[in-house]
Nanobody
Framework: QVRLVESGGGLVEAGQSLTLSCVASGFTLDIFTMAWFRQVPGKDREIIARIHCCKDDLFYADSVKGRATVSRDNAKNLGWLQMQSLKSEDTGRYVC???????????????????WGQGTQVIVRA
């Protein structure tokens, strides 16, 4: 059974740090790109960070750039999102997803996310 399970969320004070984990099972992580998304009620889902499976390619949303580090260990089927200097606006449900990079007919590139976790809630108290 394919699963992604996140952990590490909780209630923290502004300025503190947090490390979120995502463990994959039922498939081999090393061929997939992993991303972390943040979901906030009433807002569009936002991609926070992305780490490519197969090349040195990292992405961070402007909202977390300089405060977040995404990493992975393919041998352990694990990924992490470390966040520092947390702000109240970082509050949300953090969901990891894995997928593949696509090259479309028009030459544009994107990602299609094949598997999603249930997420872990992060609440940052100002």
């Amino acid at each position: 059974q394919v699963r992604l399970v996140e952990s590490g969320g909780g209630l923290v004070e502004a300025g503190q740090s947090l490390t979120l984990s995502c463990v994959a099972s039922g498939f081999t992580l090393d061929i997939f790109t992993m991303a972390w998304f943040r979901q906030v009620p009433g807002k569009d889902r936002e991609i926070i960070a992305r780490i490519h499976c197969c090349k040195d390619d990292l992405f961070y949303a402007d909202s977390v750039k300089g405060r977040a580090t995404v990493s992975r260990d393919n041998a352990k089927n694990l990924g992490w999102l470390q966040m520092q200097s947390l702000k109240s606006e970082d509050t949300g449900r953090y969901v990891c997803a894995v997928g593949v990079e696509m090259i479309y007919q028009n030459g544009s590139r994107g990602y299609e996310w094949d598997y999603w976790g249930q997420g872990t809630q992060v609440i940052v108290r100002a």
